[in-house]
């Protein structure tokens, strides 16, 4: 298995633009995650997906953000519009069900610059 | 709310000598304990994880660490460390209250010098 895969790496982008992050997971995985890191506050859970519906986007940090799993193989995090304080470095991870201890597969992340 | 303290955001160690690299938790009934590793320009890969039984938890690449209720501490050793070791460690909780979150600590970096 190629493990958790993110596009792109990196992406540079400019105040106020759309930026959308894109994340497939482990096959046979139905749980998805998205977290940022920053120096600032760490990582952070921004919002997760059981099966493809979203069950927690507390972490989700305001409008500006959504996220969206069409399908068992792919999601998205859009930012629009972006803003510098955006910036970080967002991951996407995936589990299989069962004991919510199983272990969490982490993508390699998208590095975001927003200037 | 459950929380986790690194209090080391750096620690610098001599290759081939041990190291500790310490975690505490805010209490709770039960938790589900667990440290990740990241290396440079990559995601988080699992090291260990502490579930229930056994206190002393083995891991990839050398590394252990015990468990200690009383103390809420789950620190992080390995005997003798390599270059390779150089990476940023994060401890990490899934509170026992059936919560899917993982809740990290804000990480320690690891600097193995020659």
């Known amino acids: 298995d190629a493990g958790v895969i993110q596009s792109p790496r990196h992406e540079v982008t400019e105040m106020g633009q759309e930026v959308t992050l894109r994340c497939k997971p482990i096959s046979g995985h139905d749980y998805l995650f998205w977290y940022r890191q920053t120096m600032m506050r760490g990582l952070e859970l921004l919002i997760y997906?059981?099966?493809?519906?979203?069950?927690?986007d507390s972490g989700m940090p305001e409008d500006r953000f959504s996220a969206k799993m069409p399908n068992a193989s792919f999601s998205t995090l859009k930012i629009q519009p972006s803003e510098p304080r955006d910036s970080a470095v967002y991951f996407c991870?995936?589990?299989?069900?069962?004991?919510?201890?199983?272990?969490?597969?982490f993508g390699p992340g998208t590095r975001l610059t927003v200037l | 709310a459950q929380s986790v303290t690194q209090l080391d955001s750096q620690v610098p160690v001599f290759e081939e000598a041990p190291v500790e690299l310490r975690c505490n938790y805010s209490s709770s009934v039960s938790v589900y304990l667990f440290w990740y590793v990241q290396y440079p320009n990559q995601g988080l890969q699992l090291l260990l994880k502490y579930l229930s039984g056994s206190t002393l938890v083995k891991g990839i690449n050398g590394f252990e660490a015990e468990f200690n209720k009383s103390q809420t501490s789950f620190h992080l050793r390995k005997p003798s460390v390599h270059i390779s070791d150089t990476a940023e460690y994060f401890c990490?909780?899934?509170?026992?209250?059936?919560?899917?979150?993982?809740?990290f600590g804000s990480g320690t970096r690891l600097l193995v010098r020659p």
């Open positions: 991870a995936s589990r299989s069900s069962g004991s919510h201890y199983n272990e969490q597969f």
């Open positions: 990490a909780v899934i509170p026992g209250d059936s919560s899917y979150k993982l809740i």
């Open positions: 997906f059981n099966n493809n519906v979203p069950i927690d």
